[in-house]
Nanobody
Framework: VQLQASGGGSVQPGGSLTLSCSAS????????MGWYRQAPGKERELVASVTSGGITDYADPAKGRFTISRDNRVNTLSLLMNNLTPEDTAVYYC????????????WGQGTLVTVSS
């Protein structure tokens, strides 16, 4: 399984960005996909996740501003981020986890989001 993330960039406070993550390989069913971020000097943290059945979970900073979605037909994960603030500046990573055989946890490469005026 491989992940390819895209969509990062620079945006002004209050702006929006959409991140995408494309998964390839076999055994993509029964998985949880998520977006994580790591700001300079901080630990990587969960932003939001979604199961293959569509159950979502958001960290508090993302609630009400970010929307995570996945399209199982084309194995794509998205994160719509609205009302961005400088505190959202970080490298964003996608991740896919499978907890039944075959068990795996795969990270995509990071994509940088910079929120600045």
């Amino acid at each position: 399984v491989q992940l390819q993330a895209s969509g990062g960039g620079s945006v002004q406070p209050g702006g929006s960005l959409t991140l995408s993550c494309s998964a390839s390989g076999s055994g993509l069913g029964a998985t949880v996909m998520g977006w994580y971020r790591q700001a300079p000097g901080k630990e990587r943290e969960l932003v939001a996740s979604v199961t293959s059945g569509g159950i979502t979970d958001y960290a508090d900073p993302a609630k009400g501003r970010f929307t995570i979605s996945r399209d199982n037909r084309v194995n794509t994960l998205s994160l719509l981020m609205n009302n961005l603030t400088p505190e959202d500046t970080a490298v964003y990573y996608c991740r896919i986890q499978r907890r039944v055989t075959p068990v795996y946890s795969i990270w995509g490469q990071g994509t940088l989001v910079t929120v600045s005026s």
